[in-house]
């Protein structure tokens, strides 16, 4: 059985810093694409960063600069370090592992504020 479980959000200051973790279990997750998704309710979920199993990284637009992605495998984990927040960004961040075309594993997601 396939778990992600992520930690690290909370509330944090407009310019503050916030790193997440998402931890997988029941899975090798070196093997695969993993990322990081944010949803406002009532909006559509967007793709933030993603690492690949070869270590390629991509993020959106609005974060480069500010967002770092990376992995350690050891740990089954991966990480989001995002630095600079605005308060835009507050939203339900989500951690995936993307297993094939066909299926997806999802975090429960864990809430970021940014608010002073």
């Known amino acids: 059985q396939v778990e992600l479980v992520e930690s690290g959000g909370g509330l944090v200051q407009p310019g503050g810093s916030l790193r997440l973790s998402c931890t997988a279990s029941g899975i090798d997750s070196s093997r695969y694409y993993m990322g990081w998704y944010r949803q406002v309710p009532g909006n559509q979920r967007e793709s933030v960063a993603g690492?690949?199993?070869?270590?390629?990284?991509n993020y959106t637009d609005s974060v480069k600069g500010r967002f770092t992605i990376s992995r350690d495998n050891a740990r089954n984990t991966v990480f989001l370090q995002m630095n600079s927040l605005k308060p835009e960004e507050t939203a339900i961040y989500y951690c995936?592992?993307?297993?094939?075309?066909?299926?997806?594993?999802w975090g429960q997601g864990t809430q970021v504020t940014v608010s002073s």
């Open positions: 995936v592992l993307k297993y094939n075309a066909l299926r997806n594993y």
């Open positions: 690492i690949g199993s070869s270590g390629l990284i």
